[in-house]
């Protein structure tokens, strides 16, 4: 039923439930020159008039129901008409990203209200589907289906971020869940090992506004603004808008994004690996890995590239390395001199360098030289008192073999 039909209905209903006074007037009034048929059955004979006039007697009982039901009626006619407003009302805004990205209103009764997409590949998603007034849950399976049918969501993709938005957290958690549980039964049913990344936020006008300023979901710049909540040093929101939803989600796995359902696992063979990472920088540094200890991985973003953040120790310094992950490339090491001494009585402990320690730290950075054919051969490129920052002169084309 389109809106226009609603509105007729609706206007129908309001001129059909009008009371009907016209009766109880005329016998008020004492008017009884009208038609029978306007009268009711039940009239009485005025034994006083001439035998041609008739008086309409209404019942006292009658009165009464006559009244409650034009009091029902426009009752009736005002719940339909708040229902019609409320069917129309957003309760929440649920948001699908894989690349394509789309957008769904629902209304209290989760029903969609409109759905758009975002992006070109979002068109492509919905072109040949009108889910308006369908229920979400059928409403997501729907463009997942579609997402799979047009090539999407495969092995090396495969994974969807679904976001839910709403001023009722607790009712917009709720939906978050429910949704993602449903999405993730659906891709069971699939040859794709599926990863499914659920998550609520607010409805937030900042968030709307770079969401529209940038042309990605709501859901997507909220995931963006999470990830920067992260803990990361390295990581601009230029970095993260430049990656796909893929890399995002599985930013947002490891680094563990709050307020969020997590289902399998994003899919992660195109990178290599921790110990591929590990390797890389041992090489960098001139280390075997018998040689270090603290060993500690950061899966992260720097300059538009995702990266493997490696620090450990060895000896009195603490080296740090930020490999690529995609081609073990080292774009930048720092080593740190931070000795460990042992405490009277035998307890170890860290150095400092306030006054009475018995060390002192300092940081030295290596980069890479371009005219350097030594793999080894890195010098230092500055001794600074407080830890400097990360040089970087890596790039894919450079013949030094640091980049292999």
Known sequence: MTEKMILESLNAAVENTTPDILESLMAELNITDEPKELMHDVIAKDEADTADKWVPVKSKAQMP??????????????????????????????????????????????????????????????ADMD???????????????????????????????LSVSADDEKRGT?????????VNEYLENTEIAAAVLGQYGANDEAIRKFADENGISMGKA????????????????ADLLGLKTQELILLGQKRGVTK????????????????????????????????????????????????????????????????NAYNG??????????PVYTAPGGSGGKSSSKSGSSGSKSSTTYRDDDDDD???????????????????????????????
């Open 65 to 126: 129901w006559r009244r409650i039901a034009s009091i029902a009626a426009s009752l009736m006619v005002v719940v339909a008409g708040l229902s019609f407003v409320t069917s129309r009302t957003p309760l929440a805004l649920v948001s699908m990203d894989v690349n394509p990205g789309i957008e769904i209103k629902i209304n209290s009764k989760e029903r969609v209200i409109e759905a758009k997409p975002v992006n070109d590949e979002g068109k492509e998603i919905l």
């Open 131 to 161: 889910l308006k007034g369908s229920d979400i849950d059928v409403a997501c399976n729907a463009i997942v289906g579609s997402m799979l049918t047009h090539g999407y969501l495969t092995d090396l993709s495969n994974s969807i971020l």
């Open 174 to 182: 709720e939906i978050e869940e429910r949704l993602s549980k449903n």
């Open 222 to 237: 909220w995931l963006i603004k999470n990830l920067m909540n992260t803990g990361s040093t390295k990581m601009t929101e």
């Open 260 to 323: 969020t359902t997590s289902y399998g696992n994003a899919e992660s063979s195109q990178y290599i690996g921790e110990e591929k990472a590990l390797a890389a920088a041992l090489k960098k540094v001139g280390l075997n890995k018998s040689d270090v200890t603290n060993i500690k991985y950061e899966f992260d973003v720097e300059r538009g590239v995702l990266i493997y953040e490696v620090s450990f120790r060895a000896g009195d310094y603490e080296y740090e390395c930020d490999v």
């Open 329 to 338: 490339n080292v774009v930048s090491s720092d080593k740190e001199y931070d």
């Open 374 to 404: 030594d793999d080894d051969d890195d010098r230092p490129a500055s001794t600074p008192k407080k830890q400097s920052k990360p040089k970087y002169d890596d790039d894919d084309d450079d013949d030094d073999d640091d980049d292999d």
